[in-house]
């Protein structure tokens, strides 16, 4: 049985600034979203098929951000605690308190990388399935910084990797933010950064994207302990999995839709 370690959520402080971990995580996520897409833009049939220059994607990454923090907050909001915020709207700002959504922040990047490319007179399409495989390494640093803060941890379970959260209580309980950091996270970049590399119909990597996280995060939701507020929802399933269902519809549906379309290229080509 292990102990988690109980890190100091402070990563360093300057002065009165403390830097928290999970903050550094989100500029992780950011870096490696750029990183990643200068060198995708450095293949030309990616910029041809994208329509983006590299002094491009700084302005992408600007408006993706906007839409994670934004669209996180209010989903959080929207879908988990509406009744609270309904109660107290000023404590909607005060984001400091923690309380992002993943599924609102899929929400926010695709109206901010509409857009984009609205501003841009670029085709939404290609450019949003040039940026899906990008998301994933952010989405395992985030979960990275959720096992450093001891947050969202998992049902009780005695398997031989099961983890203590002293903080929670004794007894041991599923790692589950390292599933989700391995699922979500690293399979799912393997996974869309494989299927992108080939030309795709415009909207079948985005297609991929949402059926991918959909399936990875219901199952690691077995393993996730509800969250105290909300408890267990119809069917026994949690607040997460009921929220992948339709998101896993949706990628059903945009990817038939993208297949029927052969000959529209996407950034893959």
Known sequence: MLIHPQFDPIAFSIGPLAVRWYGLMY???????????????KRPAFAKATGLAPRDLEDLLFWGALGVVLGGRLGYVLFYKPGHYLAHPLEVLAVWQGGMSFHGGLLGVIVATWLFCRRRGLAFWPVIDFAAPLVPIGLAAGRIGNFINGELWGRPTDV????????VDALPRHPSQLYQFAGEGLLLFALLWWYSSRPRPA??????FLIGYAVLRFAAEFAREPDSFLGLQALGLTMGQWLCVPMFVAGLALYAWARRRPGQAGAGS
């Open 203 to 208: 909207g079948a990597v985005s297609g991929m």
């Open 160 to 167: 031989p990797w099961a983890m203590v959260f002293p903080q």
């Open 27 to 41: 500029l992780l996520a950011f870096a490696a979203f750029f990183l990643l897409g200068r060198s995708r833009l």
